[in-house]
């Protein structure tokens, strides 16, 4: 079992930045791959980016170049600049255990970008 806990959201102008955390905890020695997704309503859920305890990291290709991802044992980040009002949504942390086919996620964090 993983807890995911997510922070840092907010209410930021169009081109400032914000930065998301998520600390996991519990069985955190077995997390492979931690990511952020976000579904905007209306939309599909949307990968936005992740990345593996080896440290290979995928980007949507809504933000790259914008939002980095980073890791730190058993803390996520996602560091978002030159943010849009199209980026306004509940963001989420997701993390995927080796060998497993089960995944668990955060309570999300909302973040709002004013035009």
């Known amino acids: 079992q993983v807890q995911l806990v997510e922070s840092g959201g907010g209410l930021v102008q169009a081109g400032g930045s914000l930065r998301l955390s998520c600390a996991a905890s519990?069985?955190?020695?077995?997390?492979?791959?931690m990511a952020w997704y976000r579904q905007v309503p209306g939309k599909q859920r949307e990968l936005v980016a992740a990345?593996?305890?080896?440290?290979r990291t995928d980007y949507s290709d809504s933000v790259k170049g914008r939002f980095t991802i980073s890791r730190d044992n058993a803390k996520v980040y996602l560091q978002m600049n030159s943010l849009k009002p199209e980026d306004t949504t509940v963001y989420h942390c997701?993390?995927?255990?080796?060998?497993?086919?089960?995944?668990?996620w955060g309570q999300g964090t909302q973040v709002i970008v004013s035009s």
């Open positions: 990345i593996t305890s080896g440290g």
């Open positions: 997701n993390a995927v255990l080796v060998g497993s086919s089960n995944d668990y």
């Open positions: 519990g069985s955190i020695f077995r997390i492979n791959v």
